[in-house]
Nanobody, 122 residues
C-alpha cells in the first residue's frame, strides 16, 4: 500500500493551501483516511479524519472552521483544504489510512505517507 501526499509549501499567514493524498494498492474497501501533522519538538497531532462515505468527519479544535477534509469521487484520494493559515500550522503533514476498519480513532490509522512540509510565515 502506498500513500503519496502533495501540495505543501511556503505561504504567508492568512493564505491557503490544499494538500492531496492518493492511496494505491489497497484491496480493502471502506477505509477511513486522515491527516496528521508534526512539528519539531512536538508530538504528532491528529488534524482531521474522514470515513469512507464522507458522512463522519473529525477535526481537532485548533483547525475547526479553517480546514476542510474531503474525499475524491474515486474514494482513494483525500484532500485537506487549509484556509486562514497561521504560523502555528507549520509542520510536516502526513496522510494516513485506516485500512482495517472504517473508524476515525487516531490509533487505528496505521498506513502513512512520506509527509509534506507546510511552512507558514508571519
Amino acid at each position: 500500500v502506498q500513500l503519496v501526499e502533495s501540495g505543501g509549501g511556503l505561504v504567508q499567514a492568512g493564505d491557503s493551501l490544499r494538500l492531496s493524498c492518493t492511496v494505491s494498492g489497497s484491496t480493502f474497501v471502506g477505509y477511513s483516511m486522515g491527516w496528521f501533522r508534526q512539528s519539531p519538538g512536538r508530538e504528532r497531532e491528529y488534524v482531521a479524519g474522514i470515513n469512507y462515505r464522507g458522512d463522519r468527519i473529525y477535526y481537532t479544535d485548533s483547525v475547526k472552521g479553517r480546514f476542510t477534509i474531503s474525499r475524491g469521487g474515486a474514494k482513494n484520494m483525500v484532500y485537506l483544504q487549509m484556509n486562514s493559515l497561521k504560523p502555528e500550522d507549520t509542520a510536516v503533514y502526513y496522510c494516513a489510512a485506516n485500512l482495517q476498519r472504517g473508524t476515525l480513532q487516531e490509533g487505528d490509522f496505521a498506513s502513512w505517507g512520506q509527509g509534506t512540509q507546510v511552512t507558514v510565515s508571519s
